[in-house]
């Protein structure tokens, strides 16, 4: 087929690690941008770039690292961008630089982010204050690209209910009790599947714990894997104590010639979709549940004119559990096919969770991965927040004949039903969900429950009482009764 010279490629990918500490986060993007230019096989690149955009940074604030960024390797980009947070943002800024290639917008592009939490944390620690770059405030900020919003409602917030580490078990026990699992069946179901994940890490040479666990290592509460919040221990949750960058290097069929790309390095997005479920977790129709995640994977196929049976490649995001299970629910894929395991990296625990950056590493794996099997298909999926903000990404190692394509699915997830939330209710109701979390030392310190009133409302609430906390520590309470309050608190009924 003739190949049109603006189609989007991905040339090149690259990804670091640091454990020393010695590198700031502009500077472990910048590495792996040299390593982006040197997979690619070509010449020049780096300083051609026409546009970097950057995904944000939690470590260290620079007014604009785009800039800092094109400065170290040599370039002069007529636009820097720089995002709101999320998850889901390394596969929008691919999205959208794969559509602004195709209509000639710009010729080079670079992606990506880095985080030196790790480092920072131990600074802090330590009362040090780091010695990194700070740009003048006369340096213009780059673009921003994104809106930051409250990526919860107001009834969770009353209740204290703000961190991803609380809400995710909520939707794991909801996934469990749709599928009528005991406890203990669902425990050793996620366990193994996050063993499977670890398995795919230890062989990841980018991945920050390059080590297979058994699965009763991760279902197991030990010391070095305490109880974050039931029934996730430590091992089941993000792993954000890492100091990672990654970066992308896309740009046009012509400037892949131009600079002395190889046809086998490129890799074609061929389509890529967006969607948001609600970020009220009362409203949402099922806790167990993304329509967004549904409908954006539909139809990215679709776009891409292809089908699940035709995928070779999945990496699902994979923040806990939880959103693995959900997602591959909702695309129709089996948790458990060694022909075609769910993540390409190890996901977000044993990859490593550099914030909102993951994406960055998945699709730089995916794509090396498709090079190394000539013909074949991959599936990347990017969440941010609570389940709650979705972008697809569909590549090849073959152009799509249709070109790049793109939709916003927005308006059809908004058709979807949705939950009637109920604020400062006051009444009995049934447990729909429910987590308890845990402080640092391992003591139970709050449950927080979803619960439905008798005409199928939803109301979130929680409890601090001890008695309460070892109930449904001990006992499964799906479907109890439970006494809830205006001001959000709970109390089963039979304890």
């Not at 802090?124 to 740009?135: C, F, H, L, N």
């Not at 921003?144 to 919860?152: E, F, S, W």
Request: net charge negative.
């Amino acid at each position: 087929m003739s190949l049109d010279s603006r189609t989007p490629v991905l040339v090149g990918g690259g990804q670091v690690n640091q454990r020393d500490g010695r590198r700031e986060p502009v500077d472990l993007l910048v590495a792996a941008a040299r390593d982006a230019e040197k997979e690619s096989g070509g010449s020049g690149l780096l300083a051609a770039l026409d546009s970097i955009r950057i995904v944000h940074m939690l470590s260290w604030r620079y007014r604009d690292p785009g800039a800092l960024v094109g400065e170290r390797v040599g370039a002069s980009p007529r636009q820097t961008a720089y995002t709101s947070v999320g998850g889901n943002v390394p596969q929008a800024l691919v999205n959208q630089a794969a559509r602004d290639i195709a209509d000639g917008q710009v010729d080079t592009v670079l992606i990506g982010g880095a985080e030196a939490w790790r480092t920072r944390m131990r600074q802090r620690a330590s009362g040090e204050q780091p010695s990194w770059t700070i740009q003048d405030e006369a340096v213009a900020p780059g673009q921003v690209v994104g809106t930051d919003v409250a990526l919860l409602g107001e009834d969770e917030r009353r209740i204290g209910l703000d961190r991803p580490s609380s809400v995710y078990p909520l939707f794991e026990q909801a996934h469990r009790i749709a599928a009528g699992r005991s406890i203990d069946e669902q425990a050793a179901r996620s366990a193994a599947l996050w063993s499977r994940f670890s398995a795919v890490a230890a062989g990841n040479p980018h991945a920050w714990s390059q080590r297979e666990y058994s699965a009763a290592e991760i279902a197991t509460p030990s010391p070095s894997n305490r109880w974050i919040a039931w029934p996730y221990p430590k091992l089941m949750n993000s792993n954000n104590m890492v100091d990672q960058g990654a970066a992308l290097l896309l740009c046009s069929v012509a400037a892949a010639r131009r600079y002395g790309v190889a046809s086998d390095r490129w890799v074609f997005p061929h389509a890529g979709t967006e969607a948001q479920d609600t970020r009220a977790l009362a409203e949402r129709p099922g806790l167990d549940r993304s329509p967004a995640i549904r409908v954006a994977g539909r139809r990215a196929l679709e776009l891409a004119d292809t089908d699940l049976d035709a995928l070779d490649l999945v990496d699902l995001y994979s923040c806990f559990p939880s959103a693995v299970q959900v997602a591959a629910a909702e695309l129709g894929l089996a948790i458990d096919d060694p022909a075609r395991p769910l993540t390409q990296t190890g996901g977000l625990t044993f990859a490593g969770g550099p914030w909102s950056n993951y994406v960055s590493h998945s699709i730089a794996t995916m794509a090396s991965a498709l090079r190394s099997s000539p013909g074949s298909t991959g599936l990347v999926t990017a969440n941010g927040g609570y389940l709650t903000k979705h972008v697809m990404g569909v590549y090849g190692t073959e152009p799509p004949a249709a070109g790049f394509r793109w939709q916003d699915v927005q308006s059809e997830v908004d058709q979807e039903p949705r939950t009637v939330a109920l604020s400062e209710w006051d009444g009995t109701g049934t447990v729909e969900s429910w987590t308890v979390a845990h402080d640092r030392d391992g003591v139970p310190e709050a449950a927080f429950l979803a619960v439905r009133t008798p005409e199928g409302a939803r109301t979130l609430a929680t409890s601090r009482d001890a008695d309460q906390l070892s109930a449904m520590l001990t006992r499964d309470v799906a479907g109890a009764a439970v006494r809830i309050t205006a001001d959000g608190d709970a109390r089963l009924l039979d304890t």
